[in-house]
């Protein structure tokens, strides 16, 4: 989409970190906002800076994962703004645990809000979207960890995986009908995320091996980008229509070493089959 001035986005995990900050570029691109979150006290204040600085924005407090509620959450965006072309299924948890740790409660949390909501949000918005005929923009938030193995993170990985192949497929999908479609894939970026992901997923029972994980996440995190240089890619990609969105090239040797494993297996197979 090269015209932004007047569009509206509707943006979930837009009170903080990532969603924020694509929000906050939006709004510069004058495009007019709908701020998604479960966390209300930080959606006032998200759109109470975003309105402060002149953006028309509007705060829907609601639980991704509530597939009712996104359903109510379109039709009120539309009713204040009109038709929604930019919807950024952005919210999501980074339970920091392996896989033998992981409880039903973490695995459970994880799939919901970071990959059955995404369906909830492309249920609620994408055939509103591709009724109005005006175009759009379907923005999906993986991560790194959907592209290369994360140990450490199983339900998160398993979760952005998931969110991968839900994007590629979307895009095939949609291409025909001039919508576009973005996989965003950040490396570390600094933000609350496994603070809210800790209220998500409840008290797990003391181990080393989850508190290893889950300290060497924080650290990863406390050194990551800015949200605010993601806000700005995200802006450039819909501009440009690209369908992916890596945030770093640290990890190009996993990637291409993961992809290079998979074509050896491809390759010794016997002939024809
Ligand atoms: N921070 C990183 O290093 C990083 C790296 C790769 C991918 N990501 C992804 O980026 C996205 C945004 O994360 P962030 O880093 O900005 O974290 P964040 O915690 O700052 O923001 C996430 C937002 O989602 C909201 N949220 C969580 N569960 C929700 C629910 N059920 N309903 C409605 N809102 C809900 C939270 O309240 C929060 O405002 C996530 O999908 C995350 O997995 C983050």
Same mark, same amino acid.
Request: no cysteine.
């Given at each position: 989409m090269q015209q932004l001035r007047d569009r509206v986005a509707f943006i979930t995990g837009g009170a903080n970190g990532i969603g924020y900050a694509m929000a906050a570029s939006f709004a510069r691109a004058g495009m007019k906002l709908a701020l998604a979150d479960k966390d209300e006290g930080a959606l006032d204040r998200a759109v109470g800076r975003l309105a402060d600085a002149g953006a028309a924005v509007i705060g829907v407090k609601v639980d991704v994962t509530d597939r009712d509620a996104m359903e109510v959450a379109a039709a009120s965006v539309e009713a204040t703004f009109g038709a929604v072309h930019v919807l950024c299924n952005n919210a999501g *948890? +980074?339970?920091? $645990?392996?896989?033998?740790? $992981?409880?039903?409660?973490?695995w459970d949390a994880t799939i919901a809000i970071n990959v059955t909501a995404i369906y909830n949000g492309l249920r609620a918005f994408l055939p509103r979207i591709l009724r109005h005929g005006e175009g759009g %923009? *379907?923005?999906n938030t993986a991560s790194m960890a959907g592209l290369v193995p994360t140990p450490g993170m199983a339900a998160y990985s398993a979760s952005k995986f998931a969110v991968v192949g839900l994007t590629? $497929?979307? %895009?095939?999908? =949609?291409r025909?009908? +001039? *919508?576009?479609? $973005?996989? =965003?894939c950040p490396g570390f970026v600094r933000t609350g995320l496994m603070d809210s992901s800790r209220r998500e997923t409840g008290d797990a029972p003391p181990d080393p091996g989850r508190d290893a994980a889950q300290a060497r996440i924080d650290r990863a995190i406390a050194g990551g980008i800015e949200a605010e240089v993601v806000g700005e890619m995200v802006l450039a990609a819909i501009r440009e229509d690209r369908l992916y969105l890596p945030t770093t090239a640290k990890y190009r040797d996993l990637i291409e070493g993961r992809l290079r494993a998979l074509l050896a297996a491809l390759d010794a197979l016997p002939p024809g089959q």
């Open positions: *948890i +980074g339970a920091a $645990t392996p896989v033998a740790l $992981t409880t039903p409660q973490e %923009h *379907i923005v590629e $497929t979307l %895009h095939q999908e =949609l025909p009908q +001039g *919508i576009g479609v $973005t996989l =965003l």
